[in-house]
């Protein structure tokens, strides 16, 4: 049969084009445009070049944002990824315990998430709090816990949100990759006279390495771009203490209405996340793959 | 090195059930002799793997007691209890290396260093995995992975036995053959006790001195492949062992004359003794191999109507109406098949007698 060449199929593309456009491309080149002018009103911009970004990336603010958003991060995947692992093991196999647990690590992930902070800003409230009062009634602390006070008690507080909120969706998803283990697998660990932590070490956790790749690209993005608990707790306080990138991102944006650095700010922002993202997807796809020479 | 006793065993997956019904394994009572090689042979589902669990251990018998050299290990995991097993699909430690797989179930015990290397060089050579041995075991052929499982089976000497359940069957046809005979081979220098399980009658005859046979949770015979196919114990056993199987007919005794229907069957003295003592439903029974065919009448001889004939090319099979009874017969290449009328002889030394469908002479 003759080929013929016939460049209307391109028009078939068109509309995937025009979704990703108008999802993706236009907000995002809007954003570009503002992060390149200084815009005074409507019809009134000057072009300024590089001058925001230079001045987001030595902006100090900025940076001890990033270094608080690091270690909220790094924290995060320490302690989410192996307490999702350890509560996945340690759910029941069979049995009403199975639609037990489930449902409740489901809960925390049901609730709004700024109805989160409000949960925990009355629980931990010194005067009506569960945690608060019964903290401080064990007068172990030299001030009174109030996560207002100082920047350890909100870094606690939203730690602690934060850790109650998340580590379910690690843990199902843990759960999900123990259950599609074949039982085989441990009968022959049994005959093979395997520990618990062999079984654990070179069955389990290799079998679990497609679902830990997605908790830890969910969990380290979710947990970068975090911003209602904060906001909701104490509004990045005490001082600067909470105040993460996109706390000071809406700061900068809408407090101060200085629009072309936060446009800046925006996509120097997004450029990290990418990055961490595409480094944490290649070292989890790779671990375990190179061949050992004996 | 062990013998392995199973005393009053059996088996429910409901607990400790009163319903015999509810039995998976309903009364084994066995001995596997030291060194011996075994083919565990019955149809899916009719107990073999729970057999072979409770023998390991992964499995604890509901009821019953299994004795390891006159030992009790019924309530010993299977690390305890010095076992081996092969399963039916590849199980692979996938991030270690051929070698480290091979040496695991070593090492967990304990054993020197240097007794691993030997150990583990002397079963890849036995399976020809010495190319891959460094490789990630993650990456292999379907064929290579299960030669590793194998190998994890092997590669303790000094195991009371090793157990196969069903282990060939991701193997390619060919190659299947030749692990069969390497596992042969293995058994006839080690004398390790081996009881391999399998669904085909081949893979077990080529295997095993002793075939256990079981059928609907219950060992129906255990013998050499020939004794199976001469005396089958059970009704089952006929069906099952040969191609195509036993004939059977339901028959009604009267001195030394069997009746079929209308046609009259002539028993030597032995088999109408036989039948005389036995009660029950009685059915006569022949291999397709023994019954003889003629095209001319002839004395004891019955005549039965000629309805199929396959070309089998070493042989013919024929099957046969005998007054509504039918029957297949096997008649070797050369020998005439007749037209539509044939005249069928039961030769007394091959001719057995069953009473509800256990054999009686």
């Not at chain 2, 040969?242 to 032995?270: Q, R, T, W, Y």
Request: glycine share 8%; hydrophobic share 50%.
């Amino acid at each position: 049969m003759e080929k013929w060449e016939n460049n209307r199929a391109w028009f078939l593309v068109l509309p995937v084009f025009v979704v990703v456009a108008f999802s993706a491309i236009i907000p995002l080149m809007t954003v570009v445009n503002y992060s390149i002018q200084d815009i005074f009103g409507p019809g009134n911009a000057v072009f300024v070049g590089t001058e925001w970004f230079e001045e987001m990336l030595t902006d100090s603010r900025l940076h001890d944002a990033l270094g608080r958003q690091f270690i909220f991060s790094g924290l995060v995947l320490l302690i989410e990824i192996p307490l999702g692992i350890l509560i996945a093991l340690a759910m029941p196999k069979k049995g009403w315990g199975v639609s037990a647990s489930l449902i409740t690590l489901a809960i925390p992930l049901l609730i709004p998430w700024n109805v989160i902070g409000t949960i925990w800003i009355i629980f931990t409230r010194p005067d009506i709090g569960l945690f608060g009062v019964g903290i401080n009634s064990l007068n172990l602390l030299d001030v009174p816990f109030d996560h207002t006070a100082r920047p350890s008690f909100a870094w606690i507080t939203l730690m602690a949100m934060e850790v109650w909120h998340w580590t379910p969706l690690v843990a199902l998803l843990c759960y999900a990759g123990l259950r599609a283990i074949p039982e085989a697998y441990y009968q022959a660990a049994k005959i093979d006279g395997a520990s618990a932590w062999s079984v654990f070490r070179y069955i389990q956790l290799p079998k679990m390495r497609g679902v830990l790749t997605i908790a830890v690209l969910l969990r380290w993005m979710d947990s970068f771009l975090i911003y209602a608990e904060p906001f909701a707790l104490t509004g990045g306080g005490p001082g600067n203490s909470t105040t993460f990138l996109s706390i000071y991102l809406v700061k900068l944006a809408t407090g101060q209405f200085d629009l072309g650095p936060a446009a800046a700010f925006s996509l120097i922002y997004f450029l990290i996340v990418l990055l961490f993202s595409f480094i944490f997807y290649q070292a989890l796809l790779n671990v375990g793959k190179g061949e050992k020479i004996a | 090195m062990a013998r392995i006793e199973m005393q009053e065993v059996a088996h429910s997956y409901h607990g400790n059930s009163q319903n015999l019904e509810d039995y998976a394994l309903k009364r084994i009572h066995m001995t596997w002799e030291d060194g011996g090689a075994y083919a565990l042979l019955g149809p899916s589902g009719c107990g073999k793997t729970t057999l072979l669990n409770i023998i390991s251990g992964l499995l604890a018998p509901s009821q019953g007691a299994v004795l390891y050299n006159g030992k009790d290990v019924t309530a010993l995991p299977p690390e305890k209890r010095n076992i081996a097993q092969v399963f039916q699909f590849p199980v692979l430690y996938d991030t270690m290396t051929v070698a480290d797989n091979l040496a695991f179930p070593l090492r967990n015990r304990g054993v020197a260093p240097d007794a691993v290397r030997e150990r583990v060089l002397e079963v890849a050579d036995m399976l020809d995995l010495g190319t891959v041995l460094n490789k990630k075991a993650a990456g292999l052929t379907a064929d290579a992975k299960q030669k590793i499982s194998l190998g994890r089976g092997l590669v303790r000497s000094d195991v009371a036995a090793i157990l196969f359940d069903e282990p060939l069957t991701v193997i390619d046809p060919h190659l299947k053959w030749q692990l069969r005979r390497k596992l042969k081979e293995i058994h006839e220098q080690a004398r390790m006790t081996m009881i391999y399980v399998t669904h085909d009658q081949v893979e077990a005859m080529t295997f095993a001195d002793q075939i256990v046979v079981m059928y609907e949770g219950e060992v129906v015979q255990i013998g050499s492949p020939e004794a199976l196919y001469e005396r089958p114990q059970h009704k089952f056993v006929g069906y099952f062992i040969g191609s195509p199987g036993m004939n059977f007919m339901a028959c009604k005794a009267e001195g030394a004359i069997a009746h079929v229907n209308g046609a009259a069957i002539a028993l030597d003295a032995a088999l109408a003794e036989a039948a005389r003592k036995a009660s029950g439903k009685l059915e006569i029974g022949i291999r397709p191999m023994h019954l003889e065919v003629h095209d001319t009448p002839m004395a004891d001889a019955v005549p039965a109507a000629v309805t199929f004939v396959e070309d089998h090319g070493n042989c013919r099979i024929v099957t046969l109406a005998l007054d509504g009874q039918t029957l297949r017969a096997r008649i070797p290449e050369g020998q005439t098949v007749p037209g539509d009328k044939a005249w069928l002889r039961f030769p007394p030394q091959w001719t057995r007698l069953f009473a509800d469908e256990r054999l009686v002479a």
